[in-house]
């Protein structure tokens, strides 16, 4: 079954303590990216990456690391947790980044407290 | 002012209803135009998708694109309370690789 695979789903973690959001996807996609969605805000890209070794900033950055080593993983690491990363997260994959054929798989999501 | 608008709702309907979502956008460049379903604690499924102005329909569902207004539309017809969920739209303008996401409207059908 084709799915992108976020842990964990729910973190209660206090400020400054680095924490790793993990993504999986087992559909051999090259686009991988990583969303956080807030009330009123709707979706918002962090970080995205076009292929191994290859990330680039979304519109929401700040506070965010990610890598991509392997094709079908792409973390997400927060260096240093502050309350306003408070949120629920997205990893996504897709076949490439262009055009209609381009559909967006999400995974479950991952609900992030910082106290 | 952002690039897509979308009216959070929440909008309540009773079962077997039209319900008529909508969006608008202001980066003229958009040619893709979807649109996603989000139930409670899942993640966004695409629903539909368009390519440039025009219709598309999809058993109960029809996509609806007016480039010239830059306004989208998403009817559901003969509405389930199995619609009940987030509805977002999103737009790309191909070539690149950013996919740009509504706000998201909240959908209640009521049985």
């Known amino acids: 079954e084709a799915q992108v695979t976020q842990n964990p789903r729910y973190l209660i973690t206090v400020t400054g303590k680095k924490l790793t959001v993990t993504c999986s996807q087992n559909?051999?996609?090259?686009?991988m990216s990583w969303y956080r969605q807030d009330p009123g805000l709707g979706l918002r890209q962090i970080y995205y990456?076009?292929?191994?070794?290859?990330?680039d900033k979304g519109d929401v950055p700040e506070g965010y690391k990610v890598s991509r080593k392997e094709k079908r993983n792409f973390p997400l690491i927060l260096e240093s947790p502050s309350p306003n990363q408070t949120s629920l997260y997205f990893c996504?994959?897709?076949?490439?980044?262009?055009?209609?054929?381009?559909?967006?798989?999400f995974g479950e999501g991952s609900w992030l407290t910082v106290v | 002012q952002k690039e897509v608008e979308q009216d959070p709702g929440p909008l309540s309907v009773p079962e077997g209803a039209i319900v008529s979502l909508n969006c608008t956008y202001s980066?003229?460049?958009?040619?893709?135009f979807m649109w996603y379903r989000q139930y409670s604690r899942k993640g966004p499924e695409l629903l539909m998708y368009?390519?440039?102005?025009g219709n598309k329909e999809d058993g109960r569902f029809t996509a609806q694109v007016d480039k010239s207004s830059k306004y989208i539309s998403l009817f559901i017809r003969d509405s389930q309370p199995s619609d009940s969920a987030t509805y977002l739209c999103?737009?790309?303008?191909?070539?690149?690789?950013?996919?740009?996401f509504g706000a998201g409207t909240r959908l209640f059908v009521k049985a």
């Open positions: 996504a994959s897709s076949l490439s980044g262009q055009g209609v054929g381009n559909t967006i798989y």
């Open positions: 559909m051999n996609h090259e686009y």
């Open positions: 990456s076009m292929n191994v070794e290859v990330t």
């Open positions: 980066n003229s460049a958009f040619q893709y």
């Open positions: 368009t390519y440039s102005s």
């Open positions: 999103a737009m790309s303008a191909g070539g690149g690789f950013k996919t740009i």
